[in-house]
């Protein structure tokens, strides 16, 4: 422990701190109390400078061992122990209420670093912004006839997120075996809309073609209803349950679920010339070529995505109450999904979310938001195909236990959970498998200082 003797000194403190009172009120123990008010002071100059061993001042021994006396010192003599009990429980429940103030503080910091778009990626999208009105203003896209050409493999990407959106494009270009039949279609909202289309056309991705999409632009020329009004891409939901193992100790555990947001559920509408699309997020990083993903016989299901047994719909029954569901299936992962839109329409997929939404949503944003989880899953129920496990490794947002090898052999890596790897927050030892496909001499990056 790197603080071990600095845990000792506040002890000793805290002990001290009990005694005083009663010392001080003893007569013929002046002296006593004297060195015992000099020792506390002492204490508390070291420890306002002092965080860890390595802050501590070369005579801190000293300082101990004349504590230490004191103390002994002071528990020799004749104090009343219902008083030193008394400053103990106060000095304890000042302490429990610092230590309670300091874990709400804590979270909340936790939260806002998890929510906030650092300051760094703030800046990327400003001045990207700004420089294409300057420099592309009047560009139209030179690869238009691929854009709804059925024959070549589409790849959707829902995200506000500029850096992460590109990584995933990079990495699925990089890792595949022929780009020029490639065709990316990443939509954001009207905010970071003219900072992704200016980065990627900066940007070349092999032979791919990437086409940047206005969402809020949709809903204005082709939506009258005004279903979803602003992007809403996929979200994660942090489900915790108690595991059935049959051990007695059964611990709980906590697993970190993706779903599609509400804007996808559009996806037949956005794509009407389309049969088939793969949905990645933008905290997925593609290590092999996905013509096996593209080319997946679903079986007549709508979507192929990996399943994840260790929730299954039960867990989520207090949100899924008034509708009826198969409480034994597994739950699904929307990090890769492959997509038949010709059996999307036929179900009608979109009208079942719709009809799940308008009985759980109830005007407020809240409601909005939470209604998600369950609108995603029971939309999909008895119709998605299992991807193979071994295709996707999950859990790099979150979990310090993946293996190492178990990464190295994964198709796709998902950083699903809270430590993204573009945040400070973001698990090191994860990081590298990310930051790989990072453009390290982008001017605005330079210039942002954007370096996660």
């Known amino acids: 422990?790197?603080?071990?003797?600095?845990?000792?000194?506040?002890?000793?403190?805290?002990?001290?701190?009990?005694?005083?009172?009663?010392?001080?009120?003893?007569?013929?123990?002046?002296?006593?109390?004297?060195?015992?008010?000099?020792?506390?002071q002492e204490h508390e100059h070291i420890l306002s400078e002092a965080i860890c061993d390595a802050d501590l001042p070369k005579l801190h021994g000293v300082n101990m061992a004349k504590m230490a006396k004191t103390i002994a010192a002071a528990k020799s003599s004749p104090t009343e122990c219902t008083t030193f009990e008394k400053k103990l429980r106060q000095l304890l429940d000042m302490t429990e209420d610092e230590a309670h103030f300091h874990a709400r503080q804590g979270a909340y910091l936790y939260r806002l670093g998890v929510q906030t778009l650092p300051k760094t990626l703030?800046?990327?999208?400003?001045?990207?912004?700004?420089?294409?009105?300057?420099?592309?203003?009047?560009?139209?896209?030179?690869?238009?006839?691929?854009?709804?050409?059925?024959?070549?493999?589409?790849?959707?990407?829902?995200?506000?997120?500029?850096?992460?959106?590109?990584?995933?494009?990079?990495?699925?270009?990089?890792?595949?075996?022929?780009?020029?039949?490639?065709?990316?279609?990443?939509?954001?909202?009207?905010?970071?809309?003219?900072?992704?289309?200016?980065?990627?056309?900066r940007n070349s991705y092999k032979d791919a073609t990437v086409n940047v999409l206005?969402?809020?632009?949709?809903?204005?020329?082709?939506?009258?209803?005004?279903?979803?009004?602003?992007?809403?891409?996929?979200?994660?939901?942090?489900?915790?349950?108690?595991?059935?193992?049959?051990?007695?100790?059964?611990?709980?555990?906590?697993?970190?679920?993706?779903?599609?947001?509400?804007?996808?559920?559009?996806?037949?509408?956005l794509f009407s010339n389309l049969k088939r699309v793969i949905v990645l997020e933008d905290d997925t990083i593609v290590q092999r070529d996905l013509s096996l993903i593209w080319n997946l016989d679903l079986e007549g299901k709508v979507?192929?995505?990996?399943?994840?047994?260790?929730?299954?719909?039960?867990?989520l029954k207090p949100y899924l109450v008034e509708f009826p569901y198969d409480a034994?299936?597994?739950?699904?992962?929307?990090?890769?999904?492959?997509?038949?839109?010709?059996?999307?329409?036929?179900?009608?997929?979109?009208?079942?979310?719709?009809?799940?939404?308008?009985?759980?949503?109830?005007?407020?944003?809240?409601?909005?938001?939470?209604?998600?989880?369950?609108?995603?899953?029971?939309?999909?129920?008895n119709l998605v195909h299992p991807i193979e496990a071994q295709w996707i490794q999950s859990g790099l947002g979150h979990d310090y236990g993946v293996n190492h090898g178990a990464i190295k052999k994964a198709g796709i890596l998902h950083y699903n959970g809270n430590m993204k790897p573009w945040l400070e927050l973001g698990i090191p030892r994860y990081r590298k498998y990310w930051k790989r496909y990072l453009p390290r001499d982008d001017p605005f990056m330079i210039d942002c200082n954007v370096n996660p």
Request: hydrophobic share 40%; proline share 2%; charged share 20%.
């Open 214 to 269: 206005n969402f809020e632009d949709f809903q204005a020329t082709h939506f009258d209803n005004r279903r979803v009004e602003h992007l809403s891409p996929s979200e994660e939901f942090r489900i915790t349950y108690r595991s059935n193992t049959r051990k007695r100790d059964t611990g709980m555990r906590t697993e970190y679920i993706s779903v599609f947001g509400h804007s996808l559920f559009l996806l037949p509408e």
């Open 1 to 40: 422990m790197k603080d071990s003797i600095v845990k000792r000194l506040k002890d000793q403190l805290f002990v001290a701190r009990a005694y005083y009172p009663s010392i001080a009120k003893l007569e013929g123990m002046e002296k006593l109390s004297q060195e015992m008010k000099q020792s506390i």
């Open 328 to 381: 034994s299936s597994c739950i699904w992962m929307s990090g890769v999904s492959v997509i038949d839109l010709s059996k999307w329409r036929e179900h009608d997929v979109t009208g079942v979310h719709n009809q799940v939404l308008q009985k759980l949503q109830h005007g407020t944003e809240a409601s909005w938001r939470a209604a998600v989880l369950p609108a995603g899953l029971l939309a999909f129920q």
């Open 122 to 201: 703030h800046c990327l999208s400003m001045r990207l912004t700004v420089d294409y009105f300057k420099s592309f203003a009047d560009m139209e896209h030179s690869d238009t006839q691929k854009l709804e050409n059925p024959v070549l493999q589409h790849y959707v990407i829902f995200s506000t997120n500029l850096l992460a959106s590109s990584m995933t494009v990079n990495s699925t270009v990089i890792n595949s075996e022929e780009s020029a039949n490639m065709v990316f279609h990443v939509i954001t909202d009207a905010q970071n809309f003219f900072a992704f289309k200016n980065w990627f056309i």
């Open 303 to 315: 979507i192929g995505a990996v399943q994840s047994c260790r929730v299954r719909l039960w867990h």
